[in-house]
């Protein structure tokens, strides 16, 4: 699962993508200035949870994030920009398949329940301050190879770059034209 993001804050906990529940899920969301891919499978054996696979944002820049779930490896790693986070890809307890689970998908925020370093979360909220594009999912594991000519692609010379503040510029200069 990979979005693109960029974010207007920081601040506290926002959740990029979500899907599954209290019992298994994915979830890759900001905690303060980190993001976080976690992926749990409580399977009646708790098999896998609770990675605190992370690493450092700043608001306003964009980001290429994803989380792989490679069933054949039996692992689940977090990339950032085309650079794995955390470390190699974290070893799990599994038999190849992400288990199937209850609950919703929900994109810029969480819808019912999810998945957190910390422990489960129930309930709506933890809406995301920004920008998420390029959602794409996949049913096969991607490599790192592959990720960071996804994260490449963004600095392009076919794609434009902005931070938020030209944005609002932008904004900004088009309200002042309109009045």
Same mark, same amino acid.
């Given at each position: 699962i ?6 207007d804050?920081t ?6 993508y979500?899907e599954?529940?209290a019992t298994n899920?994915i979830?890759?969301?900001?905690d303060g200035n ?9 399977q009646g054996?708790?098999r896998? =949870?609770?990675? !605190?696979? +992370?690493?450092?944002?700043v608001? @306003?820049?964009?980001y290429? /994030? %994803? &989380?792989?779930?490679d069933?054949v ?6 990339n950032?920009?085309g ?5 190699p890809?974290t070893a799990i ?5 992400f288990?199937t689970?209850?609950g919703?998908?929900?994109i810029?925020?969480m819808r ?5 370093h910390? =422990?489960?979360? !129930?309930? +709506?909220?933890?809406?995301?301050? @920004?920008r998420?594009?390029? /959602? %794409? &999912? ?8 592959v990720?960071?000519?996804h994260?490449?692609s ?10 938020n503040?030209d944005y609002?510029n932008v904004?900004n200069?088009i309200?002042r034209?309109?009045?």
């Open positions: 990979e979005p693109v993001f960029n974010a804050d601040v506290g906990r926002q959740v990029l979500e599954g529940g899920g979830t890759i969301y900001l980190l993001v976080y891919v976690e992926a749990e499978d409580d054996a708790n896998f =949870g609770n990675l !605190g696979i +992370n690493a450092p944002i608001a @306003g820049q964009t290429h /994030v %994803a &989380i792989v779930f069933g490896a039996n692992t689940v790693a977090g950032l920009d650079v794995i986070m955390g470390g890809p307890t599994s038999d190849g398949v288990p689970h209850g919703a998908i929900a810029g925020r019912n329940a999810a998945q957190f910390d =422990g489960d979360s !129930g309930g +709506n909220g933890f809406g995301f301050n @920004g998420i594009s390029n /959602v %794409a &999912i996949y049913n096969r594991a991607l490599d790192s190879t990720l960071a000519s994260a490449n963004l600095n392009s010379s076919s794609f434009e770059r902005f931070f503040s609002n904004l200069s309200d034209l309109v009045v």
